[in-house]
């Protein structure tokens, strides 16, 4: 699929060990907005779950408040629900055998749908899912249908429209802005050093294993910071902030979070929020992969691990898959003519 996967702690989980902590949740208070709210609190609402993730309920409906480039296009949409979480940039596989969801992916055909995690618990939808496109898609012969699709861009339901033959609702995309622009820097450099960092630790504690940094981390990853080399930088603010949103994403998708702790990540749309909130998952997951490499009496080879990550990036080579050092005229050892399209 030319999509490469990297699984950084595959020896533990984070499964109900996490859980946002009251600054955390403030933040997004501030923000999110609810039908109902005054006397009552969101949890006695029945729309905040275990991991401070928020629920759809139309009797109480969610309003984002913020800057104005927050909102994005509002549109009505069929709502496919899983158990899962897709991230944006991430891809997934539907196996579709409901005759209603089966009519939702042929109706669909090349455009856009929803994808929402549906709380078995609290049976309800979450507040906020993603768009999601089909990439492929195969008819199988009892009926079902395997698809395999990609996450596009986050949304939040507004309102429902109809439930046959399928759900359909009522949705607004959403992006990232930033209170404190100054600290997001060393936020991404500190979350890529840990990516790196674990991944050299699985390498150590299971030789036998694999491990390769995902080409959506290294396609948005930060700026590397090198000594004696002057950054440059052409961006906007509005592609930077949407590639710092991007590499966010990117390392969602590695990590062994469940679908819970995925959503609290997914709605909030304060970017330095979600960069802490990543990062202090990476560092305890860190710090446990430290602690297993130690006790195999593996602290030499740690210490190494950390001091080359803080001081250079010669570890980054062997990270990158071989085809991301060439450019698309650039085959087989030797440059080539090519098209170019004028629009």
Partial sequence: LGYYVLIVIDSFSFHGSYSVCPTARLDLRMKWQFGGEGSKSREDLGIVGSEGEFYFDPNKPAVLKGVASLHGKKQTIPIFPCSSTLIPLATDFLNVFEMRH?????????????YSHFSQQNRKLSLVGTLARIKNRKL???????????????????????????????????????????????????IFKEVRVNIKFMELLYPSKTY????????????????????????????????????????????????????????????????????????????????????????????????????????????????????????????????????
């Fill in 102 to 114: 089966r009519q939702l992916i042929y109706d669909v055909g090349d455009g856009l749908f929803g």
């Fill in 140 to 190: 199988l012969n009892d009926g079902r249908t395997f698809v395999i699709i990609e996450g596009v861009k986050r949304f939040y339901i507004t309102d429902f429209v109809s439930e046959r033959p399928y759900v359909k609702a009522k949705v607004c995309t959403f992006g990232d802005y930033s209170e404190t622009p100054t600290i997001l820097d060393a936020l991404e450099q500190k």
């Fill in 212 to 343: 390769v940094i995902g080409a959506n981390i290294l396609k948005y990853r930060p700026t590397l910071c090198l000594d004696g080399v002057r950054q440059v930088s052409l961006a906007t603010e509005e592609s930077e902030m949407q590639r710092r949103a991007n590499f966010s994403f990117a390392v969602m998708d590695m990590l062994q979070i469940n679908a819970q702790v995925k959503l609290m990540l997914l709605q909030d749309h304060l970017i330095e929020s979600r960069l802490k909130k990543i990062l202090r998952i990476l560092e305890k997951g860190g710090s446990l992969l430290r602690k297993e490499a130690i006790a195999k009496g593996e602290k030499s080879a740690v210490d190494t691990i950390d001091a080359a990550a803080a001081n250079n990036y010669s570890d980054i080579d062997d990270m990158f898959p071989p085809e991301s050092w060439s450019p698309e005229n650039y085959v087989n050892g030797k440059w080539t003519q090519t098209a170019v399209m004028m629009q």
